[in-house]
């Protein structure tokens, strides 16, 4: 049930799958299905002794030594095809470990290749091999780049790096002097099936490289979780544990009845995003903690490296010459493949350090840092190095911003290869919300054909202040109802909508909130906003940078009503995942770039939202999704504004196909869905 298209012009085209789970994923054509029965060592290219290590770490891990499933299968094919390759899909725990050990044995296998390569020829240069002729002009000696960081892997949170590490280092063996495999007496296996009893002759203690600085690693990346439900440390992590490891106390941890199992496994042990690593190779050791110019791996975050290439740190100290601040990028410069774990993570971070660190990549240094110009790879002195580098990207959901980056920096002549996915409405998270039997509008706010993205934030916005406006009308309207005796009811117990009272309003992006932060406090300032809500109540705000105390109060003021509008920010609602109570009618100023906030929002605030709405004109059609022609969007206990831009968004919330329906330039500009009859 899976399909691919034949790759156009370097690049793989996907097909449909017909499977339940909608995912486009290459299957069918030859060499991907020989590369689901075949092994990691036949895929990637590794030695005997690193798929002995390979082995050894899937079965800790509980996972088999093979490559199983599709998507595992098709990041395998796709990494040792040298092709760019970008995971866009929801993965399990288990698949997200199995991509992570791919890359990891591609990370290591690659420096390894290519240290080997370099040893050899510095054997040739000295004249210790078979005395013949060398040529130094040729490319036969030009294995190098202009520093020697090969690999750079991309981290949101130091519980991905030490999960990525703690691979490398479970996959890093001892280099013999000769390429051979060699066995446990040290003769060369090549003339031997190399059978699975064969395989055991090779001691672990002389196959696996020793770690310098292990504790220091384990003490500044590792912290037990204290979820009974996450199995991800390992028995070696438990015996590296050691009693300085540091005690951190989270504020999502203090109710674990109401956080999600995703929740629990993406903030699990030590969440801290300023972090950076080097880890260099050598013939039997692996030192952790080298210097960026020794390395030829390094683990970061976007946000360490951000710091470090601002010249605002090098090494701990302040830097004072300007010189070195331009310099600072050189490590950089001979980058062969980029892995970007967490890319949906960064999302909710700060994307633009991700821009500035990968912007800056294989650029050619401003000093020579004692490199041999005449072993340095021609295509690197040609500025052809961003050609050349593999980049992978992993992320939960497709994003715009992700495709745009990946368009801008991602240059490699091998291709790209996508695994994206399909949502199916029985799949999209409305399906979660229609048994709370609330309509949910969703009203475009591109009324001319003229939108673009730069204009877009402001049609938003001003689409917000008409609903401002249309919130006074409401207000004016429900005060002559109270003085004729017909007012609505004013209890949490879903009654009738009674002006502003109660609006909760979800902005995704954090300076959009700010925009509205500021119009809101200069409208009550002015008084005007009294007038829309026909009271003084006025409104307050969460964000992720509130304090714990300011968010407390906040909640309970809104839910008691003392508060009429509740600004609220998507990225405060990822971390804390937080209930907020009391919300009467609910607004998405945009649709969140994560589905999950969207119907817990709903769902949470269900017993309160009112369900006594009136439109206009609705659709006879049985199904959840309507197209109305209606202008009074006040009235709805659930509002989402979006525009053409939104598409990947919508698609997580209402489906593929239903919201390209709803960004066409033809299309409706109102949608109401709800619970068929």
């Known amino acids: 049930d899976l399909g691919v298209a034949p790759p156009q012009n370097g690049r793989d085209g996907l097909a449909d799958g017909d499977g339940d789970d909608g995912m486009l994923v290459l299957g069918t054509c030859c060499a991907w299905a020989e590369a689901r029965r075949a092994d990691v060592r036949a895929i990637l290219g590794v030695s005997l002794k690193q798929m002995l290590a390979w082995r ?24 040792s095809s040298m092709r760019d390759v970008m995971v866009a899909c929801g993965l399990s725990v288990k698949e997200e470990m199995s991509v992570r050990h791919l890359y990891s044995m591609h990370a290591v296998a690659l420096v390894t290749r290519a240290r080997q390569r370099v040893v050899k020829n510095n054997v040739k240069l000295k004249g210790g091999s078979d005395g013949a002729e060398i040529d130094r002009e040729g490319d036969g000696l030009r294995d190098q780049g202009f520093t020697r960081a090969r690999v750079l892997v991309l981290a949101p949170m130091k519980n991905v790096a030490y999960d990525v590490v703690r691979n490398i280092m479970a996959l890093a063996v001892r280099d013999d002097k000769d390429e051979a495999d060699k066995d446990k007496n040290g003769n060369p296996c090549e003339q ?54 540091p005690k951190r106390r989270r504020e999502h941890t203090s109710n674990k009845q109401i956080i999600p199992a995703d929740h629990r496994h993406r903030f699990r042990g030590n969440t801290d995003d300023d972090f950076r690593l080097g880890i260099a190779f050598a013939r039997k050791t692996l030192k952790l903690y080298s210097d960026f110019y020794d390395s030829d791996v390094i683990v970061a975050s976007p946000l360490s490296l951000r710091r470090l290439l601002d010249g605002s740190e090098k090494n701990g100290t302040e830097q004072s010459d300007a010189g070195e601040k331009e310099s600072a990028s050189d490590f950089l410069s001979s980058i062969e493949l980029c892995v970007v774990d967490g890319a949906d993570v960064m999302l909710m971070q700060a994307w633009d350090h991700v821009q500035y660190v990968l912007e800056r990549l294989n650029r050619v240094p401003k000093h020579s840092h004692n490199v041999d110009f005449s072993r340095v790879r021609e295509a690197f002195l040609d500025k052809h190095a961003k050609q050349l580098r593999q980049t992978v990207w992993l992320s939960a959901h497709e994003s715009p911003l992700i495709h745009a980056l990946a368009r801008s920096s991602c240059r490699n002549i091998a291709g790209e290869l996508r695994l994206i996915q399909s949502i199916d409405e029985n799949a999209c998270a409305m399906r979660r919300v229609l048994a709370t039997a609330i309509p949910q509008l969703f ?23 008409e609903f401002l406006k249309s919130l006074a009308i409401l207000t004016s309207s429900s005060s002559n109802r109270v003085l004729s005796g017909g007012a609505d009811k004013d209890d949490h117990g879903g009654g009738g909508l009674r002006g502003a009272d109660g609006t909760l309003v979800v902005i995704p992006s954090y300076f959009e909130f700010v925009r509205v932060r500021n119009y809101l406090a200069d409208a009550q300032r002015s008084g005007y906003l009294a007038r829309v809500l026909g009271s003084d109540k006025g409104f307050t705000s969460v964000n992720e940078y509130s304090a714990a105390g300011d968010v407390t109060r906040a909640r309970a003021r809104f839910y008691h009503g003392r508060v009429a509008v509740l600004l609220y920010t998507e990225r405060a609602h990822y971390y804390y995942r937080r209930v907020i109570r009391g919300a009467r009618r609910l607004v998405f100023y945009a649709p969140p770039e994560n589905a999950f906030v969207y119907h817990e929002l709903i769902t949470a605030s269900a017993p309160t939202l009112s369900r006594n709405t009136t439109t206009t ?8 999704r309507s197209a109305v022609s209606v202008s009074n969007s006040e009235t709805q206990a659930v509002t989402c504004f979006y525009d053409p831009f939104d598409r990947l968004k919508l698609a997580r919330i209402v489906g593929s196909q239903v919201a390209a329906d709803m960004t066409r330039q033809d299309a409706k500009q109102v949608f109401l869905f709800q619970h068929g009859e």
């Not at 009203?443 to 689409?463: E, M």
């Open 56 to 79: 050894e770490m899937r079965s800790r891990a509980g996972l088999s030594a093979g490559v199983r499933g599709d998507i595992a299968a098709a990041v395998a094919v796709g990494l």
């Open 192 to 245: 031997v099936v190399r059978s699975d009893a064969n395989a055991r002759a090779l001691d672990r203690e002389d196959r696996v490289a020793q770690v310098k600085n292990k504790n220091r690693f384990v003490s500044e990346f590792y912290e037990k979780d204290s979820n009974p439900d996450d199995d991800d440390d390992s028995d070696e992590a438990e015996e590296d544990e050691e009693e300085t490891r």
């Open 443 to 465: 009203q475009s706010t591109a009324k001319t054909s003229i939108l673009s993205i730069t204009n877009a934030p402001d049609a938003r916005f001003g689409r917000f202040l």
């Open 617 to 624: 004109r609705v659709s006879a059609d049985p199904s959840h």
